[in-house]
């Protein structure tokens, strides 16, 4: 319900901090208005509130060398990808990815229905990169980056400023593309171009970033075991707020940092599972002096929810 509720716009999540109803959580749209929440949720008690997104999903504009790097780049992050292309040889590469065969003169005619899209244009030969940049600056996106030097993006500007685009809206697109590291091969390029996309992404500080490998392993999860959850982080802890991990009798899933914290967290996860506890909120304090000895500084409240 969650991940529908999250295929198109950034929603809030409360999660109940009051020892009567503590883990218990809603969703609001922005308005404030409840869309759904857990038995036993109560708006009126003390409660953490955050921002809630899908990661981005990474459309692209082609399929040659540098896209099917990053795609391999971008598996390992478990980004979501979908791959537009007019060659079929070409679109078979990219396995697990969404693919749309049409030929880039049809573009308006696809159906392209994704959370959170970040657009990257590479075109064989750049021969479509214009019209792709036109369809991408007419969606709503975050992120528009194209490949190409800067005579080449440059010529590629006028034609859209004379079809009524503003310099301002070309002056959001990434273009040339990626971080500038001297990148040269198809790796090094599709490296440069993930790096700059992360850093787009994670400028939004008060957001939280639901990863939906998580989702999707929490959708077939089978057995009980514990959501470990960063709900609130001061300081300079591992990880950010929203981070998760769950954990089983017989193995954890994902990381919210390593280190003492995680050990701490495990052991205390674990004895929930054989003690048959439910849903509670606890609060670490990460310094040298601490019980947990750690050297990051301040603090990170975890909640820890039944399964």
Do not use: W
Not at 51 to 57: E, G, K, R
């Amino acid at each position: 319900m969650l991940d529908e509720a999250l295929s198109s716009s950034v929603l809030y999540l409360k999660t109940n901090t009051g020892s009567s109803s503590a883990g218990k959580e809603g969703v609001f749209d922005k308005k404030g208005n409840l869309l759904f929440s857990e038995d036993g949720f109560s708006d009126s008690d003390p409660s953490r509130k955050e921002a809630i997104s899908y990661p981005p999903t990474l459309v692209f504009f082609g399929a040659g060398h540098v896209a099917y790097s990053l795609y391999n780049f971008a598996a390992i992050l478990g980004l979501d990808v979908v791959v537009i292309d007019d060659r079929r040889t070409r679109l078979s590469l990219f396995g697990k990815a969404g693919q749309i065969y049409t030929s880039f003169e049809d573009l308006e005619n696809i159906t392209l229905d994704v959370p959170n899209p970040y657009y990257i244009i590479f075109t064989h030969g750049h021969v479509h990169d214009e019209a792709a940049l036109e369809y991408a600056l007419g969606k709503k996106s975050r992120y528009i980056g194209m490949i190409g030097s800067r005579k080449k993006v440059s010529l590629c500007y006028e034609n859209l400023m004379g079809k009524g685009f503003s310099k301002e809206v070309l002056d959001h697109v990434h273009a040339p593309i990626g971080l500038k590291i001297n990148a040269e091969t198809p790796e090094e390029i599709a490296l440069s171009i993930l790096s700059e996309i992360v850093s787009v992404y994670r400028e939004e500080k008060n957001t939280v970033f639901l990863e939906r490998k998580i989702i999707r392993t929490l959708a077939g999860l089978s057995g009980d075991a514990v959501l470990a959850k960063i709900l609130e982080k001061k300081g300079s802890g591992p990880r950010s707020t929203g981070t998760m991990m769950i954990v089983r009798k017989e193995d954890v899933l994902f990381t919210i940092g390593g280190g003492a914290i995680e050990d701490e967290v495990i052991r205390k996860a674990r004895k929930m599972l054989s003690e048959g506890t439910g849903s509670k909120i606890e609060t670490y304090e990460l310094e040298e002096t601490s019980a947990l000895r750690m050297a990051c500084g301040g603090s990170a409240t975890i909640l820890y929810k039944k399964l």
